[in-house]
């Protein structure tokens, strides 16, 4: 019998007190939820899709955004018994929902705990008042540092998200602010690098020469000083912008890097689904209302479900798995040195040092991993 690949869920809720000028994800400005409704349609396609993968169990389920900590508590519910009714958990499921760190949320923190939720996410992305204004965000350093503690109570693994290279960040201030995180005790924390998405409004105000992004040398400099001190504080980097304690990975993420199953659900969710030997990739109507409106009428809001072919497999898998320092399982004869541009440039990047291929595994070096984008773009056209 064919071994499944593990399971996962993302659910997308799509709503968020306010826009921030950075963010360029699936998001609307909070307004009247209607959560029957809501949850009546989360409930409707993750039917949909336990129809096509019985006799499977969870191992992930993952509440993202937007900001998920502000869903009405009946659709958080909902979910959390729909999974458990159509497919049940693994043993020790991971169950994570995103939160913002202002003090409303914090007091809904364990009520999420007893709807099932055993991790956190915080979006604190800094520690200091004076970014958080820069970075539009509707709490300050000490409101992040008290729903850090909050969590690190409540739930028995908690996460956070720093933004880092942001113009007028020093690199000893992101020493300072880094090391702060660190003190928290955390033992997972995601990294990002402040990136100027096209339509956002940072990247209007750098067109009109508000300010300029720091230069890539610096971003360098702010990368490499965060892979040391994380990995000194025992949670080195096990992914480009993931870093955590031994053993406290998330497993949920982990699915998508490793490119095993996960069924997307809510609006503009992305899934990957091994069925019948056939790789399907789902995206599902990103607008809210039409997302509610497809599912009342269809049973599933996925718009699209394609299957790929052994070609765009191979370029998710790699460019997905390249990511994890762990690298991807690569054999000499997979499918990949068909091509022979590919194979060849494959090995100008060995010589480079940008990979590592030991003939079972192919990973990045620390240096391929630094500039992934370009070793991708170069290797997969
Ligand atoms: C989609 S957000 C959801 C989390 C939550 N709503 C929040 O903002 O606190 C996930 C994370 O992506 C990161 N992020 C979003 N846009 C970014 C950007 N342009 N540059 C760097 N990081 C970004 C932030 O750290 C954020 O916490
Ligand atoms: S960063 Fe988070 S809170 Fe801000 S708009 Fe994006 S999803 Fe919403």
Redesign the pocket.
């Known amino acids: 019998m064919k071994i499944q690949p593990q399971l996962g869920i993302y659910i997308h809720w799509p709503y968020?007190a306010r826009i921030?000028p950075?963010?360029d994800?699936n998001v609307y400005k909070n307004r009247q939820i209607d959560a029957p409704r809501w949850r009546a349609a989360l409930t409707r396609e993750l039917e949909y899709w336990a129809a096509h993968t019985k006799g499977r169990k969870l191992t992930s389920l993952y509440f993202?955004?937007?900001?998920p900590s502000l869903a009405p508590l009946s659709v958080i519910e909902g979910v959390t018994d729909a999974c458990e009714r159509l497919w049940g958990f693994e043993d020790k499921p991971e169950i994570t929902i995103?939160s913002?760190p202002t003090d409303a949320e914090q007091e809904r923190f364990e009520t999420f705990a007893k709807a099932g939720v055993n991790r956190l996410s915080l979006?604190v992305?800094s520690l200091r008042d004076d970014a958080l204004k820069f970075l539009g965000r509707d709490h300050n350093a000490m409101s992040a540092r008290r729903a850090i503690e909050t969590a690190q109570r409540v739930f028995d693994r908690v996460t956070f998200?720093l933004?880092y290279a942001r113009p007028r960040q020093s690199i000893d201030e992101w020493r300072r602010e880094l090391g702060e995180a660190l003190a928290t005790g955390a033992t997972h924390l995601s990294l990002?690098?402040?990136?100027i998405?096209p339509g956002t409004a940072f990247s209007k105000a750098v067109e009109r020469g508000a300010w300029a992004p720091v230069s890539d040398d610096d971003c360098a400099d702010f990368y490499d000083l965060a892979q040391q001190m994380t990995a000194a504080a025992g949670l080195a980097a096990y992914e480009v912008s993931n870093h955590a304690a031994p053993g406290d990975q998330s497993r949920h993420n982990l699915i998508y890097w490793r490119y095993a199953d996960y069924i997307g659900a809510g609006p503009g969710a992305h899934g990957r689904l091994t069925l019948d030997d056939r790789r399907i990739a789902t995206e599902t109507v990103e607008r809210p209302d039409a997302y509610l409106q497809a599912v009342e009428e269809t049973g599933t809001g996925a718009q699209t479900q394609d299957t790929l072919d052994e070609n765009a497999q191979l370029t998710e898998r790699l460019a997905m798995g390249l990511r994890l320092v762990e690298g991807i399982a690569f054999k000499k004869d997979d499918t990949f040195f068909e091509d022979d541009t590919r194979a060849s440039r494959l090995q100008e990047c060995i010589e480079d040092g940008l990979l590592i291929f030991d003939g079972a595994r192919l990973c990045a070096s620390d240096q391929g991993r630094r500039t992934l984008n370009a070793v991708l773009g170069y290797l997969l056209t």
């Open positions: 968020c921030c950075y963010c994800f993202g955004g937007g900001t995103e913002n979006g992305q998200d933004i990002y690098q402040l990136t998405e």
